[in-house]
């Protein structure tokens, strides 16, 4: 299974991005898929999930600001990030929801006051 998450960057507190994940060695579309992050110092936390069928489910501190999407026929996980704010300063990764497989490199996100 490899995970390749792109698209961090560097922004301004209330910029957006829009990471991208991009799956392969198995079938995307029959799995639960998330986004998760990890600031140094600090455990990995659960940003934002969706099922099979596109259902989306949000940690309480990105509610209203991030949005999970998947398009099963590229396999690809995407994350639109919007007013962001320094404390999302992160390297972001993709998974399945549970269990993990293996963790990819993950994405940076940087998000400046």
């Known amino acids: 299974v490899q995970l390749q998450a792109s698209g961090g960057g560097l922004v301004q507190a209330g910029g957006s991005l829009r990471l991208s994940c991009s799956v392969s060695g198995v079938t995307f579309s029959i799995q639960a898929m998330s986004w998760h992050r990890q600031a140094p110092g600090k455990q990995r936390e659960l940003v934002a999930s969706t099922n099979r069928g596109g259902v989306a489910d949000y940690g309480d501190s990105v509610k209203g600001r991030f949005t999970i999407s998947r398009d099963n026929a590229r396999k690809t996980l995407s994350l639109q990030m919007n007013s962001l704010k320094p404390e999302d300063t992160s390297v972001y990764h993709c998974?399945?929801?549970?269990?993990?497989?293996?963790w990819g490199q993950g994405t940076l996100v940087t998000v400046s006051s």
């Open positions: 998974n399945r929801l549970r269990p993990y497989y293996a």
